[in-house]
């Protein structure tokens, strides 16, 4: 991250009244929440995707698969937000609409204070029903490393329950998708953070975002597949980077409302 590229980062958001953010997984890294692909681990390692996040993969094998989600669910509850969270809740001070648009399913966003956030994928502390889809909101079984347990019966149906997350080969919820593009397409600026950029149609938002217009500001350690369409490139975690721009836009927006002090009166509203 340079300083030129924060303060224009800054300028944009500070002049910015409809701001979308765009996360993935690497947002919640700070707060220790590993990956999809890095859950894939120990007990879990032999697996691939499909047995573990496909609804084919889940009827072959419902023990196997409800127990790999209990333990990820056990691990989000421990987790706590990041400063790159909670830098976001701090930018809502800023702008005057701000949504964000999340692929995790940790649910940490909500928790930190975002009050506007839509999940594209779904969120793991949730659970419904196999066949009909009923939400469950009751007591689970609380999860020892290494169990295997069998998915609880739906009390409304009596089909298994499963995690309220979207897998492999399912639609994304409808309403989430319509609100995410028709925000993508109304907003000046859109901040893309902590994702690859290759699960599709997440990826697409900032795109859309940039065919309507909007600038482009990315926040990952490494380039990504979106980094070609970003506008700024804001290198490093995003619990670093995060804090520091908001304080950018916090200044930049102070300085927009004072006359500048060195410049003689006259000269004031030239420009
Ligand atoms: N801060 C910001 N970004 C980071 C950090 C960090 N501290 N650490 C890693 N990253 C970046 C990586 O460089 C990478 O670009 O986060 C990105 C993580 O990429 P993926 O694991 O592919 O995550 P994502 O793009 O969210 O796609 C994963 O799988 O579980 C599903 O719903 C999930 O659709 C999502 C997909």
Redesign the pocket.
Known sequence: MTPEGLQRAARMLAGAHRVVVS?????S??SGIP?????MEGLWSSFDPQEL?TVAGFRAAPRRVWSWYAWRRERVGDARPNP?HLALVDLQAHVPRLTVVT???DGLHTEAGSADVVE??GNIRRVKCLDRGHPYDGPLPPYARGDEQDPPPCPLCGSPLRPD??WFGEMLPRDAVERAWSLAERCDVLLI???????WP??ELPLVARRHGARIIE????P?ELTHAADVFLQ??????LPALVDAVAQARSRADRPPRDVPERARGDA
């Open positions: 996360s993935g997984a690497g947002m890294k700070e990956t999809f692909r890095d859950a996040a790159g692929q995790n399913v594209l994928h997350v979207v953070i902590g994702t690859s950029g290759t699960v997440a990826a926040v990952n350690p490494e990504s490093g975690p995003s619990g670093e980077v």
